[in-house]
């Protein structure tokens, strides 16, 4: 039989978009009926295009209230901020520079595109950004509006995809991936008229195994590359100055939202066969549940309390499972980028 702790996360994340569709569904259908795009902004701003329009999306509360607190401050009222709910808990008083709407779990792809093609239409930049990826420089913006001025260019990302590589004419070129980009929204939705959904069959080679299929914008991506656009990719090295972010927190979080207390967590990590720890999940889970620790961390220090998580370990508790299994993970499974992304989280705050 399969182990439980397997099959646990995406039955939470089937049950997370039912029971959430009760709160954010009515207000989806009222989205759509409506539709009511941003406004064009000023003419004068840099390239006479008006504030880039930012999107993110969350499922986790204190998540947001930390990424909006980032956002403001370091870029100000540079961009104009789009949020979709999908918690259907977000209150808009509490993020009052942003625009908010509840918005059933769709596929990340099915949101975003419903902002680049229909929030954003006034605007030619329109640029997507997880909401575990923290926005910590003003100089953000600065690149994006230098790099979309460049002729031919359709995008500008800072956190590319480092698994695998296009192979075009002999060239591997990084892909840009969704995290963190931002698009020219006039020429890939209207002039292309591309899309960002997944899809199967991608055989370009990987690093570590090869990819079997295009993850949200990997395919127009391509298109995009094969036409000869320009999809620029902040350097390493410089990228590292605008942001601090985590990544795979999604199955962590509905761990969060399917469990009552922090003791059915722990036995979560502590039920499988510790052989199972050689694998990618059970390590996955745990480094994800310890960068939610530090987003708990930073909501407190900007709140006053913390959060209510009550299936959330705490640091220590997780940490001690993460030192009682460490001889059975992989070499290459290090909490550092974890570590790191704190401590810089917790100076730039």
Request: with cysteine; net charge positive; charged share 25%.
């Amino acid at each position: 039989m399969q182990h439980r702790y397997v099959r646990l996360v995406p039955f939470a994340f089937k049950r997370f978009g039912v029971l959430k569709a009760i709160k954010t569904g009515l207000p989806t259908l009222g989205y759509y009926l409506k539709r009511k795009p941003l406004p064009p902004s000023d003419p004068s701003t840099p390239l006479r295009t008006g504030k880039p329009a930012l999107f993110t999306m969350n499922i986790l509360p204190p998540m947001m209230t930390v990424w909006y607190h980032f956002a403001t401050k370091y870029l100000g009222d540079r961009v104009d901020i789009t949020i979709f709910d999908s918690s259907g808990a977000l209150k808009q008083s509490e993020f009052p520079k942003a625009r908010m709407h509840k918005f059933v779990n769709f596929y990340a792809a099915t949101k975003s595109e419903e902002f680049l093609r229909h929030i954003a239409k006034n605007r030619k930049i329109g640029w997507i950004c997880d909401d575990d990826m923290f926005l910590i420089d003003s100089g953000v913006v600065d690149v994006v509006e230098r790099e979309l001025a460049v002729p031919n260019t359709a995008t500008v990302s800072f956190r590319p995809r480092e698994w695998w590589e296009f192979d075009i004419d002999g060239k591997r070129i990084k892909p840009s991936s969704s995290y963190c980009i931002a698009f020219n929204r006039e020429l890939v939705f209207e002039k292309e008229n591309l899309h960002l959904g997944p899809c199967d069959g991608n055989t370009h080679p990987g690093k570590i195994k090869p990819p079997t299929r295009y993850d949200t914008f990997d395919k127009a991506n391509e298109e995009l590359l094969k036409k000869g656009y320009r999809c620029y990719i902040v350097p390493e090295g410089e990228r590292e100055k605008y942001y601090a972010g985590f990544s795979g927190l999604s199955g962590p979080v509905m761990l969060l939202w399917y469990f009552k207390n922090k003791e059915q967590t722990l036995d979560y990590f502590l039920s499988p066969p510790k052989k199972q720890w050689s694998g990618s999940m059970l390590f996955g889970i745990l480094s994800g549940m310890l960068s939610i620790c530090t987003i708990q961390e930073l909501y407190t220090k900007l709140k006053g309390e913390p959060y209510p998580l009550p299936a959330l370990p705490s640091r220590d508790e997780i940490m001690k499972i993460y030192e009682d299994h460490k001889q059975y993970l992989r070499g290459n499974q290090s909490l550092e980028q974890v570590e790191t992304t704190s401590e810089r989280l917790l100076n730039a705050l």
